[in-house]
């Protein structure tokens, strides 16, 4: 059972940073794309970074230029950097991966994001 467990969670005040982890129970080779979503009150579940496994990145307009997703594949940890906070980065944030075989998506539990000041 693929297990996806994300860290990094926190009270940040408008204009700071924070960094997510997520850590994979398997290689990145099981997968075709990882990636990072979130979920505010109210809101629907958005996608906020993507990376293939060919390393293609996307990103959601209103995180570019502020957020950088990365990967490690030596500590099999997916990470998003998150700079420049406002109060609407405020929401639940979720690791996600795609198997490349099976087409099966993995979800973590998710780690609370809260910008204000």
């Known amino acids: 059972q693929v297990q996806l467990v994300e860290s990094g969670g926190g009270v940040v005040q408008p204009g700071g940073s924070l960094r997510l982890s997520c850590v994979f129970s398997e290689s990145f080779l099981r997968f075709i794309a990882m990636g990072w979503y979130r979920q505010a009150p109210g809101k629907q579940r958005e996608m906020v970074a993507r990376?293939?496994?060919?390393?293609?990145?996307n990103y959601v307009d209103s995180v570019k230029g502020r957020f950088t997703i990365s990967r490690d594949s030596a500590k099999n940890t997916v990470y998003l950097q998150m700079n420049s906070l406002k109060p609407e980065d405020t929401a639940v944030y979720f690791c996600n991966a795609e198997d490349r075989r099976t087409a099966n998506v993995y979800w973590g539990l998710g780690t609370q994001v809260t910008v204000s000041s």
């Open positions: 990376v293939t496994a060919q390393g293609i990145i």
